[in-house]
């Protein structure tokens, strides 16, 4: 992948995690190949039981890193890879270099390679521009990774749909990833805050797919007395929301690690998601569902695989503001009396999203 944590995002967290419950399976040895973006001083650590191994890189613009492929310590990583008969590769998501580079080398040692799809649609960025470029980056990259792959697997029903769809892939597999929930220490710290008010809130990274214009809109239009909106989570539309909304009784957190915000996430009352069509299933949604929370969610990044409308959740039309604003004025009135939902939404997960059943499903796609 072309981060691993201590970068803060979806994609990473799922990685570290596929790798953890790899070993701890005992399915193989794990060597995690990523971008160094940080300088970090090592050349390698360990991390869940994975050697993580760097490569010279920097951000070419905000989270697309390139690698230094002029730096001598770059192709000393590559040489120095051990290949065996049993070697895989795997990459995740088609729009980083990283599965570009790896899928070469993969082509390169005639290794099985296996692609795991994270997209459901095309990016959306900051500016129309970016977005035309990374469209264009999508139609020319796409047809090496997605055409010479010895396999395609998708994380969503979604995300196999727009492979399949825009990229004429066939036999896309659908893999259920799993999902872990840290022990919560109760920090109270919006329940004091904001004392008596329902806490509605986002949290995830704030690029322009997640739709949060509509989100704050719909709550500036709503008027929820005796409600908070509370925006977790950073990224390039963190300074222009923050600025624009700053009047509205929005308040924004700004970064945090991931541990911060899921404490913080299990005071919230109404969990809102709000994506446009781009990414897939948000961990930020199934932890949503594991804490109880009130659920309102937009179809999109997979969540109307996993939420029924009035089953475990509030599923609405579209990503319009008029229905999230719809999503929040019934949450408002209903989160009190609603408790089935967060009944239904444990026995879910559990049942789903089990990452020690999953990552065996995984092992025996890949070999």
């Not at 035309?132 to 010479?148: N, P, T």
């Not at 893999?175 to 872990?180: E, K, L, P």
């Not at 932890?287 to 179809?299: D, E, K």
């Amino acid at each position: 992948m072309p981060y691993f944590p201590p970068h803060v995002g979806g994609v990473e967290k799922v990685g570290q995690e596929i790798w953890k419950y790899w070993t701890k399976e005992k399915l193989g040895s794990v060597t995690h190949i990523i971008f160094d973006v940080w300088q970090i001083q090592q050349s390698d650590y360990n991390d869940s039981g994975c050697r993580v191994v760097l490569l010279p890189s920097f951000d070419l613009v905000s989270n697309f890193p390139f690698p230094k492929f002029w730096r001598p310590s770059f192709w000393k990583v590559l040489k120095n890879i051990p290949i065996d008969e049993n070697t895989r590769v795997i990459t995740h998501t088609r729009f980083f270099l990283s599965s570009f580079i790896w899928g070469l080398f993969a082509q390169i040692h005639r290794l099985e390679w296996t692609h795991i799809e994270h997209g459901s649609g095309y990016v959306k960025l900051s500016s129309d521009l970016k977005s035309k470029l990374a469209y264009g980056y999508d139609r020319i990259v796409w047809k090496y990774i997605f055409k010479k792959a010895t396999r395609v697997v998708a994380i969503s029903q979604a995300c196999k749909n727009f492979v399949e769809q825009e990229f004429a892939i066939k036999d896309v597999q659908v893999w259920n990833r799993g999902v872990d929930f840290p022990e919560i220490q109760s920090q109270n710290s919006l329940k004091e805050k904001f004392p008596w008010k329902t806490i509605i809130w986002y949290i995830g990274r704030l690029y322009k797919w997640k739709n949060l214009d509509a989100l704050c809109q719909a709550y500036r239009e709503s008027d929820l007395d005796n409600s908070q909106l509370v925006i977790v989570g950073w990224w390039e539309e963190l300074k222009r929301l923050s600025a624009e909304y700053a009047s509205e009784n929005i308040y924004f957190t700004g970064e945090k690690t991931f541990l911060d915000s899921f404490w913080l996430q299990a005071e919230f009352d109404i969990h809102m998601h709000p994506s446009s069509q781009w990414w897939g299933l948000a961990t930020t949604l199934l932890q949503a569902m594991q804490l109880g929370s009130y659920i309102v969610v937009t179809p999109f990044e997979w969540a109307n695989e996993v939420i029924q409308d009035k089953i475990n959740g509030v599923l609405l039309v579209d990503d319009s503001s008029q229905e999230l604003m719809r999503g929040l004025k019934y949450a408002v009135s209903q989160y009190k009396t609603e408790n089935r939902f967060a009944e239904y939404n444990a026995v879910y997960i559990k049942q789903n999203f089990s990452w020690k059943k999953n990552i065996l499903v995984l092992s025996d796609i890949i070999k």
